[in-house]
T-cell receptor
Framework: AQKVTQAQTEISVVEKEDVTLDCVYE???????LFWYKQPPSGELVFLIR??????QNEISGRYSWNFQKSTSSFNFTITASQVVDSAVYFC?????????????FGSGTRLQVQP | DGGITQSPKYLFRKEGQNVTLSCEQN?????MYWYRQDPGQGLRLIYY???????QKGDIAEGYSVSREKKESFPLTVTSAQKNPTAFYLC?????????????FGEGSRLTVL
């Protein structure tokens, strides 16, 4: 069965610090997709990134970067030079493309608080 | 603007009453989903539908029902059989789940049962 674990429940940093959010996943499929979403206080989830299981290249988008390692089943998310606006709950999610269900399985989320 | 509209945003109901949450999308997406969010537990899948007139149970379907009569609409009914219905409910849609399409979410409906 598919599973996503975000062991960090809450992280607090001071503005301009770098912070890494961990995500570990479990799946039996060879083809799968990994996602990160941001949930600001308003409640609506905002899509950040999707990676498929065949693409292990790291990705950088501005202050955001993602490290996908199949060997450790991890898909970690780093925010460089954090800002107060980064304060939110961040979710990692997994979708299997095989015969499993066609829906995302989410981790429990990591609440990030960036202090000014 | 295209998007997903959930209503109502806040809802209060007495215990034992059925409640229906609305979800409408104008993104022309085939797949739609309902998730429940409780504090510290992330999002849990209630039901999903990949095509009109078809839907599947998720991980916590007991006490809930859905219908998918139109492509744009996927209402969720929280029945009196749901033992702990107070939660934040999120509706989502996706263009192509078979290729891992990302989900687009509505703003959510917060249900409080008194």
């Amino acid at each position: 069965a598919q599973k996503v674990t975000q062991a960090q429940t809450e992280i607090s940093v001071v503005e301009k610090e770098d912070v890494t959010l961990d995500c570990v996943y479990e799946t039996r499929d060879t083809t799968y997709y990994l996602f990160w979403y941001k949930q600001p206080p308003s409640g609506e989830l905002v899509f950040l990134i999707r990676r498929n299981s065949f693409d292990e290249q790291n990705e950088i988008s501005g202050r955001y970067s993602w490290n996908f390692q199949k060997s450790t089943s991890s898909f970690n998310f780093t925010i460089t030079a954090s800002q107060v606006v980064d304060s939110a709950v961040y979710f990692c999610a997994l979708s299997e493309a095989g015969t499993g269900r066609r829906a995302l399985t989410f981790g429990s989320g990591t609440r990030l608080q960036v202090q000014p | 603007d295209g998007g997903i509209t959930q209503s109502p945003k806040y809802l209060f109901r007495k215990e034992g009453q059925n409640v229906t949450l609305s979800c409408e999308q104008n993104l022309n997406h085939d797949a739609m989903y309902w998730y429940r969010q409780d504090p510290g537990q992330g999002l849990r899948l209630i039901y999903y539908s990949q095509i009109v007139n078809d839907f599947q149970k998720g991980d916590i379907a007991e006490g809930y029902s859905v219908s998918r009569e139109k492509k744009e609409s996927f209402p969720l009914t929280v029945t009196s059989a749901q033992k702990n219905p107070t939660a934040f409910y999120l509706c989502a849609s996706s263009t192509d789940n078979y290729r891992g399409g990302e989900l687009f979410f509505g703003e959510g409906s917060r249900l409080t049962v008194l």
